[in-house]
C-alpha cells in the first residue's frame, strides 16, 4: 500500500469492508501511536475533537468518538474515526493536501484497541470499500515515486565521485513503502528521534515524520543515498 494513512508507513488492516462494517480498520505494525495523514486533498466537512474515551454503549454518530470527514477533490468523501482526544489538527472548512497530518490515532468511542476506522463514500453518497481508493491511488503514486526515484538517481550520480559508499545508508533489498521498516531491514535505528537526525543530515528540514519527508527519506534509502549520522 504506497499511499498511506498513517504517518509511520506501516498500517496492517484488522477488519475488512463487508455489508456489516462498510469500512476498513487499520493500525500501525509497531502499535504506536502515529499521526494519521490525509489520503487526499480536499476541503474539511465535519472535526469532532472532545471525546475523551471509549464508550462501547454509544449510537449513531458518536460511535467514531472523535472523527474528521473531509471531501475530497475527487468528490469522494473520507471519514476517520476513533482518534485521540484533542489531538486533531485541521479545521471545520480548512483546505487540506494529501499528506497532511489529521490527528492521532486513538481509542474514543465505540472502539476496541487503538486504531483507525476509515470510511470513503462515493460521488453518489454511497460506502465503499476503501480499499478501490487506496488501490487506484497506489498506481498512481508507484509512478511518481519512480520519476521522483529517477531524478534523484541522475543527480546523486553526479555526487558519487566526490563521497564514499561506505558514507550512506543502501537497502537495495527493501521493496515496500514505510522508512520505518526499511531501515529495520538494514539493522538500524527505526526510532523517531534519529529518523529526524537523518533527515537533517539529509537535507530534509523541520522534519516532522511526514508523508512527503518519509518518502523522500524512503527512496534514498532504496538508492543507496541516505547519509549515515
Given at each position: 500500500?504506497?499511499?498511506?494513512?498513517?504517518?509511520?508507513?506501516?498500517?496492517?488492516?484488522?477488519?475488512?469492508?463487508?455489508?456489516d462494517h462498510q469500512a476498513i480498520d487499520i493500525v500501525p505494525k509497531d502499535k504506536s501511536e502515529p499521526n494519521i495523514i490525509a489520503l487526499d486533498g480536499g476541503t474539511v466537512e465535519t472535526v469532532i475533537n472532545n471525546?475523551?474515551?471509549?464508550?462501547?454503549?454509544?449510537?449513531?454518530?458518536?460511535?467514531?468518538?472523535?472523527?474528521?470527514q473531509i471531501k475530497q477533490n475527487n468528490g469522494k468523501t473520507a471519514l476517520y474515526a476513533h482518534m485521540k482526544h484533542n489531538t486533531i489538527k485541521v479545521k471545520e472548512g480548512q483546505t487540506i493536501s494529501k499528506g497532511d497530518i489529521i490527528g492521532t490515532i486513538g481509542e474514543t468511542g465505540n472502539a476496541y484497541g487503538k486504531h483507525l476506522h476509515l470510511e470513503i463514500k462515493n460521488q453518489n453518497n454511497v460506502k465503499e470499500n476503501p480499499l478501490i481508493e487506496l488501490n487506484k491511488k497506489t498506481?498512481?503514486?508507484?509512478?511518481?515515486?519512480?520519476?521522483?526515484?529517477?531524478?534523484?538517481?541522475?543527480?546523486?550520480?553526479?555526487?558519487?565521485?566526490?563521497?564514499?559508499?561506505?558514507?550512506?545508508?543502501?537497502?537495495?533489498?527493501?521493496?515496500?513503502?514505510s522508512i520505518v521498516d526499511g531501515l529495520k531491514s538494514i539493522g538500524i535505528n527505526s526510532s523517531?528521534?534519529?529518523?529526524?537526525?537523518?533527515?537533517?543530515?539529509?537535507?530534509?528540514?523541520?522534519?516532522?515524520?511526514?508523508?512527503?519527508q518519509n518518502i523522500k527519506m524512503l527512496n534514498l534509502l532504496k538508492n543507496g543515498k541516505l547519509k549515515k549520522v
Open positions: 500500500m504506497i499511499t498511506h494513512v498513517l504517518d509511520s508507513m506501516n498500517e496492517v488492516i484488522t477488519n475488512n469492508y463487508d455489508q471525546v475523551k474515551s471509549t464508550n462501547h454503549k454509544s449510537r449513531g454518530l458518536a460511535t467514531y468518538g472523535n472523527y474528521v498506481q498512481n503514486t508507484s509512478k511518481t515515486n519512480t520519476q521522483k526515484s529517477t531524478k534523484t538517481n541522475i543527480k546523486n550520480n553526479v555526487k558519487s565521485t566526490q563521497t564514499k559508499q561506505s558514507d550512506y545508508l543502501n537497502a537495495p533489498n527493501y521493496h515496500h513503502g523517531y528521534s534519529y529518523r529526524k537526525k537523518l533527515a537533517e543530515n539529509n537535507g530534509i528540514i523541520n522534519y516532522k515524520g511526514s508523508y512527503n
